[in-house]
């Protein structure tokens, strides 16, 4: 099964590229099969990682960042693949 964690914030106005690198930089306990990061407009950082386990696995995270950083708590979400289409 293909599972996949979704990890977004959102930086103090100005600050997106500073998360951004922050986020890229944080290692996992674990490899996923695939990590990648996607920025938008508002200073926001979304992070998906996919992971081939169970729904329920116990799955590394990225951690909160620095409050200074971000304008509140990260937010996270957790899907099971539906498959292609």
Do not use: I, N
Request: charged share 30%; no cysteine; aromatic share 10%.
């Amino acid at each position: 099964m293909t599972v996949a964690l979704m990890w977004e914030a959102r930086a103090v106005d100005g600050r997106g590229e500073e998360l951004l690198a922050w986020a890229r930089a944080q290692p996992l306990a674990a490899e996923p099969v695939r990590r990648e990061s996607f920025r938008a407009p508002q200073d926001r950082v979304l992070v998906l990682t996919w992971w081939d386990a169970a729904y329920d696995a116990d799955l590394p995270e990225l951690p909160e960042p620095a409050p200074e950083l971000v304008t509140r708590a990260v937010h996270r979400w957790r899907f099971e693949s539906a498959g292609l289409g």
